[in-house]
């Protein structure tokens, strides 16, 4: 019906401006992270600082740095990519 096919426009609508909205708060939040001091490190000191923490423990324990790996690549989307980038790590 008629009715049917505006609820299923309008559903459509409601979907892209989410999507739209969804992308602009992420831009946001990268803008926001370029801002803080720590966003301002490059991928390359910031790899070399994840290098120096997770592998700087000497108790030959492997899980520890799976770990410290994790927990550096859920901190933010940038974390994420570096930590990512830097298979030493891994």
Known sequence: TELETEVESLDAQISEWTSRRNAKLAELASLTNILSPIGRV???ILSEIFLF?????????????????????????????????????W
Do not use: M
């Open 53 to 89: 923490v997770c592998l700087s423990d000497d108790d030959g324990h492997d899980y520890d740095v799976f770990r410290c790996t994790y927990i550096l690549s859920t901190v933010c989307v940038a974390w994420k990519i570096t930590a990512y980038s830097t298979p030493q790590i």
């Open 42 to 44: 490059p991928q390359e």
